[in-house]
């Protein structure tokens, strides 16, 4: 069964940095770009980063570009998202999403964690 | 960036009847290699997002086929052809074909 199980949220203050994980399992971690998708509380869906499946490409929402940082360990199937410079408008839960069907296609999603960015 | 905007925004429904939802994009979402990138994605309270459709038709494994997704170039459908009380939720389209990938706003279906 393939899974999805995102980590390492909470609540942080304003400027502060917080690192979330993804651990894959069920499939071969290595073969599949993985997304990280955010949704702030009771609004809709926002892309905020990709990597492929090797790490060679990545890409940044504008709004997180310069301060967040994806990257990946293939051989311990997990994804990270490093975020740096936390603002009140980065609180949102968190989904780490698996590519396929398509670009920028998920048919798989984690299930999700809470990042709280408050004084 | 690609602005998808869904209408209605809020959609009661009656159990037992058909439900639509619109997505249009703001360019056209015919890819390069000919492929329609437009998802549509179901996300019931408290839950993560599944994915219901791919490419405009293509049915995920497990959905329902009452489910169906139509369209082209800039105007895209999601219909329910006989509305279940497990449908409440919040629908969302999805483009891929234009960098960066963009949701709609969300159509929230209830039951009337």
């Known amino acids: 069964e393939v899974q999805l199980v995102g980590s390492g949220g909470g609540l942080v203050k304003p400027g502060g940095s917080l690192r979330l994980s993804c651990a894959a399992s069920?499939?071969?971690?290595?073969?599949?770009?993985i997304h990280w998708v955010r949704q702030a509380p009771g609004r809709g869906l926002e892309w905020v980063s990709s990597?492929?499946?090797?790490?060679?490409?990545?890409y940044y929402a504008d709004s997180v570009k310069g301060r967040f940082t994806i990257s990946r360990d293939n051989a311990k199937n997990s994804l990270y998202l490093q975020m740096n410079s936390l603002r009140a408008e980065d609180t949102a839960v968190y989904y780490c999403a698996r590519e396929e069907g398509g670009r920028y296609s998920y048919g798989y999603w984690g299930q999700g964690t809470l990042v709280t960015v408050s004084s | 960036d690609v602005v998808m905007t869904q209408s209605p925004l809020s959609l009661p429904v009656t159990l037992g009847q058909p439900a639509s939802i619109s997505c249009t994009s703001s360019?056209?979402?015919?890819?390069?290699?000919?492929?329609?990138?437009l998802n549509w994605f179901q996300q019931r309270p408290g839950q993560s997002p599944r994915r219901l459709i791919y490419?405009?038709?293509n049915r995920d494994s497990g959905v329902p086929d009452r489910f169906s997704g139509s369209g082209s170039g800039t105007d895209f459908t999601l219909k329910i052809s006989r509305v279940e009380a497990e449908d409440v939720g919040v629908y969302y389209c999805?483009?891929?074909?234009?960098?960066?990938?963009?949701f709609g706003q969300g159509t929230k279906v209830e039951i009337k």
């Open positions: 069920g499939f071969t971690f290595s073969s599949y770009s």
């Open positions: 990597i492929s499946s090797s790490g060679t490409y990545i």
């Open positions: 999805l483009q891929g074909t234009h960098w960066p990938p963009t």
């Open positions: 490419k405009v038709s």
């Open positions: 360019q056209s979402l015919v890819y390069s290699d000919g492929n329609t990138y």
